[in-house]
């Protein structure tokens, strides 16, 4: 059996934003993977708030990380938060020190700029050159009266190799990465050390995360290591870009999932389109997350950057709204005062007719007040003739031929002449539901007068 499809409850995934902004598609990318993979193997999908930076942390971004996660469905089986572990990520650092791998340093910002800049111009990498560990007890007794001191992990001069689920074998010369700081000058704990405690101890097996964070996965490793903990499986999916390929991050503000909700974009359009962008399955419209982690598999996905166009996300809304059941939409159908009686047959008319949900009202709208005939010049006798004809109410779903029918008789039109001028005069529109559908349902047909 393929070890792919196989249940593992063990299996632990989180999510970890941090609450300083608001969800885009690009962490929905990431959010809806890790979903996947833990709802396919019957897991724990973790909502893991990376909250240390209390400035611009806000609570107001947690709640709004939240609802957009609610609106999606995706559940998540527990919820953690980084500012309440603080005391953990001490003890953490205190091993690390008690080892030997988390040494004092007093470099300001502008002094390691300098060094960065000298190394650069001597075309070397700009690797932090650990001149803090050469400091005697003395020298650093007195730089600590003078300056804040950080902390920095003390990598181990070796490749960090391993198996990614998405790019395949990684290899990484530590030697070309600076040693990561891991605690500030100010005592905040910076996330590199905070998402490795929470990973130990939550058990996370499989951490799906964007390609940015490849050189944080090699120095992950190696603290995890020394900190006596299970490395979990790795996956570093590719950056999504705009359809020109830009950087998806110049267009933020019109990518957040609460502006996608507000144009009125359906949660299994977004959904369905992100679990299958940049990797070799076709995009398919599902019906639910069951089916997306059904046919989930992570190594399917490429290293390419893949490209986004959030107007894919219309066809998608569109044909996902024609397939849904009255149930699907009850709600917002009564919402606009539709009569039970008559709102599944109103639903059967429109579904293939709406862009969005909030496309309802205009149809709901038209049937109850009736539209302003549109009616050209050369065809308003020919309408004149016709509104003599319309059947005596109540009308079903065979008047619209019956009248048509008579009105062809009598006037000798037929086809697109026939009907087009009709629908025009109905319902001041060129296009739109089967007529047969809606002519029972309009109660206001201000044409008539014309007749
Ligand atoms: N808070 C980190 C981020 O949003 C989490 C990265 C990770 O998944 O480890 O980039």
Same mark, same amino acid.
């Given at each position: 059996?393929?070890?792919?499809?196989? =249940?593992?409850?063990?299996?632990?995934?989180?999510?970890?934003?941090?609450?300083?902004?608001?969800?885009?598609?690009?962490?929905?990318?990431?959010?809806?993977?890790?979903?996947?993979?833990?709802?396919?193997?019957?897991?724990?999908?973790?909502?893991?708030?990376? @909250?240390?930076?209390?400035?611009?942390?806000?609570?107001?971004?947690?709640?709004?990380?939240?609802?957009?996660?609610?609106?999606?469905?995706?559940?998540?089986?527990?919820?953690?938060?980084?500012?309440?572990?603080?005391?953990?990520?001490?003890?953490?650092?205190?091993?690390?020190?008690?080892?030997?791998?988390?040494?004092?340093?007093?470099?300001?910002?502008?002094?390691?700029?300098? $060094?960065? =800049? =000298?190394?650069?111009?001597?075309? =070397?990498?700009?690797?932090?050159?650990?001149?803090?560990?050469?400091?005697?007890?003395?020298? $650093?007794?007195?730089?600590?009266?003078?300056?804040?001191?950080?902390?920095?992990?003390?990598?181990?001069?070796?490749?960090?190799?391993?198996?990614?689920?998405?790019?395949?074998?990684?290899?990484?010369?530590?030697?070309?990465?600076? @040693?990561?700081?891991?605690?500030?000058?100010?005592?905040?704990?910076?996330?590199?050390?905070?998402?490795?405690?929470?990973?130990?101890?939550?058990?996370?097996?499989?951490?799906?995360?964007?390609?940015?964070?490849?050189?944080?996965?090699?120095?992950?490793?190696?603290?995890?290591?020394?900190?006596?903990?299970?490395?979990?499986?790795?996956?570093?999916?590719?950056?999504?870009?705009?359809?020109?390929?830009?950087?998806?991050?110049?267009?933020?503000?019109?990518?957040?999932?609460?502006?996608?909700?507000?144009?009125?974009?359906?949660?299994?359009?977004?959904?369905?389109?992100?679990?299958?962008?940049?990797?070799?399955?076709?995009?398919?419209?599902?019906?639910?997350?069951? *089916?997306?982690? *059904?046919?989930?598999?992570?190594?399917?996905?490429?290293?390419?950057?893949?490209?986004?166009?959030?107007?894919?996300?219309?066809?998608?809304?569109?044909?996902?709204?024609?397939?849904?059941?009255?149930?699907?939409?009850?709600?917002?159908?009564?919402?606009?005062?539709?009569?039970?009686?008559?709102?599944?047959?109103?639903?059967?008319?429109?579904?293939?007719?709406?862009?969005?949900?909030?496309?309802?009202?205009?149809?709901?709208?038209?049937?109850?007040?009736?539209?302003?005939?549109?009616?050209?010049? *050369?065809?308003?006798?020919?309408?004149? *003739?016709?509104?003599?004809?319309?059947?005596?109410?109540?009308? @079903?779903?065979?008047?619209?031929?019956?009248?048509?029918?008579?009105?062809?008789?009598?006037?000798?039109?037929?086809?697109?002449?026939?009907?087009?001028?009709?629908?025009?005069?109905?319902?001041?529109?060129?296009?739109?539901?089967?007529?047969?559908?809606?002519?029972?349902?309009?109660?206001?047909?201000?044409?008539?007068?014309?007749?």
């Amino acid at each position: 059996m393929n070890p792919n499809k196989r =249940k593992n409850p063990m299996t632990t995934t989180r999510f970890a934003p941090s609450p300083t902004g608001y969800l885009h598609v690009g962490n929905l990318r990431t959010a809806l993977m890790n979903y996947l993979i833990a709802r396919k193997a019957g897991g724990t999908f973790i909502l893991r708030l990376d @909250d240390t930076d209390p400035e611009r942390s806000k609570p107001e971004y947690a709640d709004a990380i939240r609802e957009d996660l609610a609106w999606l469905g995706l559940e998540w089986d527990r919820e953690a938060r980084q500012s309440e572990r603080l005391a953990r990520y001490e003890a953490a650092a205190e091993q690390l020190r008690a080892s030997g791998r988390l040494y004092e340093c007093f470099e300001t910002p502008t002094e390691l700029d300098l $060094k960065r =800049k =000298k190394q650069l111009n001597m075309g =070397k990498p700009p690797v932090y050159d650990r001149a803090a560990l050469k400091l005697t007890e003395e020298e $650093k007794a007195a730089l600590r009266n003078e300056r804040p001191s950080h902390w920095r992990f003390r990598l181990d001069h070796e490749r960090i190799e391993w198996e990614d689920g998405i790019l395949g074998p990684v290899s990484i010369d530590a030697a070309s990465v600076s @040693d990561p700081v891991l605690i500030r000058g100010d005592g905040q704990f910076l996330y590199t050390l905070a998402s490795v405690c929470d990973d130990i101890d939550h058990g996370i097996t499989d951490v799906v995360r964007g390609s940015d964070h490849v050189t944080n996965t090699a120095t992950q490793i190696q603290i995890i290591r020394a900190l006596g903990g299970e490395v979990p499986r790795f996956a570093h999916h590719s950056l999504l870009t705009g359809p020109e390929g830009e950087a998806l991050s110049k267009r933020l503000g019109t990518l957040a999932l609460r502006d996608l909700r507000a144009q009125g974009i359906e949660p299994m359009a977004l959904l369905s389109l992100l679990a299958r962008l940049g990797s070799s399955d076709p995009v398919e419209l599902r019906n639910s997350l069951e *089916e997306l982690a *059904e046919g989930f598999d992570l190594s399917r996905f490429g290293a390419a950057p893949t490209k986004f166009d959030v107007e894919d996300l219309k066809p998608l809304t569109k044909r996902h709204l024609a397939s849904l059941p009255f149930e699907a939409v009850k709600e917002d159908i009564a919402a606009l005062g539709v009569p039970d009686e008559i709102a599944p047959a109103f639903w059967e008319a429109v579904r293939e007719n709406i862009d969005t949900r909030k496309d309802l009202a205009a149809w709901w709208d038209l049937i109850r007040k009736g539209a302003e005939p549109a009616i050209e010049a *050369e065809d308003a006798d020919f309408i004149a *003739e016709a509104m003599k004809l319309l059947p005596p109410r109540p009308w @079903d779903e065979q008047t619209w031929s019956s009248w048509t029918s008579a009105v062809r008789e009598a006037t000798g039109r037929k086809g697109r002449a026939l009907f087009m001028p009709l629908r025009k005069a109905l319902t001041g529109l060129d296009h739109g539901p089967d007529m047969a559908r809606l002519m029972p349902l309009l109660k206001v047909v201000k044409a008539e007068g014309e007749g």
